[in-house]
């Protein structure tokens, strides 16, 4: 439902918490532990970090949407059949009002949370599905999307994209998580590892190898076939869990998948 270029709010007169939706839909899951449930997907628009690979451009780079009513987007997800519900975006904790609607929805469904681990939430959350932004996702001039200049997203992504105390308070909040991690090679796993060292180190929480998680970047399955081989070997390498993009390979790039 794109139909806005801007994640200004809107000047009106509504009542009640509102949120920039850009879809909502139900498919199936897609990536990690859950991978292959029926899910109900909101995707909220805007985000705080720019990875060059945004496989979401129109909620960061080019964010579109409709605001629509928290009682509205629940009425939504009612109306669909799946029991899980993903809360994804862009970045879903920019938002305030992803809390009401995590709360209005919570006894209801079960919740993940997609988030890029910068923002804490006190809100119920059945999976902090949680995806540190590794230092291969920062936008340079060379790699941003087509006709995209990266500007001061270069500095402001690199700066704000680890943030140790929302990881740790976001492991320790959920019921369940995961570390997701996008990988675009082996370069990119020294600094995973380092990673999941330190948040092992400021969570009160046990973080097993098998809750963290290697998924290759690519969003199309020629871009896929290129780069999953490669980043299973390392799963299994490195006694990490690997995950598939299965909209991906299903469904390519179609948008609502």
Known sequence: MPVSDSVSRPDTDADGDRLPINELFAS??????????????????????????????????????????VEEVVAEVDALAPEHVVVTGGEPLVH?????????????????????????TDAPVDLASISPKLASSTPTPENAPT??????????????????DSLASLVDHADDFQ?????TGRDDLPEIE?????????TTREVRDSDVLLMPEGQTRDALARTRTDVADLAAEF??????RLHVDLWNDAPET
Request: charged share 25%; proline share 4%; net charge negative.
């Open 28 to 69: 199936l899951q897609g990536e990690g532990k859950l991978a292959g449930v029926p899910s109900t997907f909101v995707r909220t628009s805007g985000c705080n970090l720019r990875c060059w690979f945004c496989d979401s451009y129109h909620t960061s780079w080019e964010p579109t949407h409709a605001w629509m009513g």
């Open 96 to 120: 305030d009002e992803t809390a009401t609607l995590l709360s209005e929805l919570a006894d209801d469904y079960h919740l993940t949370v997609e988030t890029n681990g910068t923002l804490e």
């Open 147 to 164: 006709d995209t200049d990266p500007g001061v997203w270069t500095d402001k992504h690199e700066s704000a994209r680890i943030d140790l």
């Open 179 to 183: 570390l997701k991690f996008v990988v």
């Open 194 to 202: 380092s990673l999941v060292d330190d948040v092992r180190g400021v």
């Open 239 to 244: 006694g990490y869990r690997y995950t598939p």
